[in-house]
């Protein structure tokens, strides 16, 4: 990170703290890129996701067990954005300079105590830009990766900050019949990737 960029990401989240709405994602950066995923800069989380939002590099992650049943977590209540919903295993923002393998193994160790001895054949699978806005709170305009493993040890520890709740579920049968999961409310970049994978 350069310092200019360390200056922009700063001040930033000075003026985030300066409203009663403070989040502490006005402390961190993400990638901006281009359609092609190529870098251009970094900017502040906070305002990648608000307002009409700036595209930005993104990942989502998908376990599956060995008998092609995937691993759903329930986003924490605290998240600012889609709180509560369902999404794939994990998904999160890689940090400039870090590969969306090595995110996915760093964010499967942080929300859910996974680490890369319990899975196998992690890789990226797709890539999809996608943009939705999240009521009247915020938006992601993303360039989504999407990584894929096989969980052979499915010893799990979340962390609940990050994480409310976990379900294993046939991924063909969620794809093919919503209406038997309508309880769930599914993120939008997940639905996508589940979409694609099927399409």
Request: proline letters at 4%; a negative charge; aromatic letters at 10%.
């Amino acid at each position: 990170m350069s310092t200019d960029d360390v200056a922009a990401v700063d001040e930033a989240a000075d003026e985030a703290g300066s409203t009663d709405e403070y989040h502490e994602n006005a402390e961190q950066a993400v990638v901006a890129v281009d359609a092609g995923d190529n870098e251009e800069e970094l900017i502040n989380r906070l305002e990648a996701h608000t307002g009409e939002g700036r595209r930005h590099r993104a990942f989502t992650s998908l376990l599956f067990d060995q008998e092609d049943n995937i691993l759903l977590a329930q986003r924490s209540p605290q998240k600012r954005l889609w709180d509560t919903y369902w999404d794939g295993t994990v998904a999160s923002h890689p940090i400039q300079g870090q590969s969306q393998v090595e995110a996915t193994r760093e964010r499967l160790e942080e929300e859910l105590g996974v680490t890369p001895e319990q899975y196998d054949n992690l890789r990226v699978t797709d890539r999809f830009e996608y943009k939705r806005y999240y009521h009247d709170e915020g938006v992601e305009h993303e360039v989504c990766a999407v990584l894929k493993a096989t969980l052979l040890d499915r010893t799990l520890d979340p962390d609940p900050e990050e994480v409310a709740g976990l379900m294993w579920v046939p991924y063909e049968r969620l794809h093919e019949n919503p209406r038997w999961y309508r309880q769930l409310r599914l993120c939008p970049w997940f639905k996508i990737a589940m979409r694609r994978d099927f399409e």
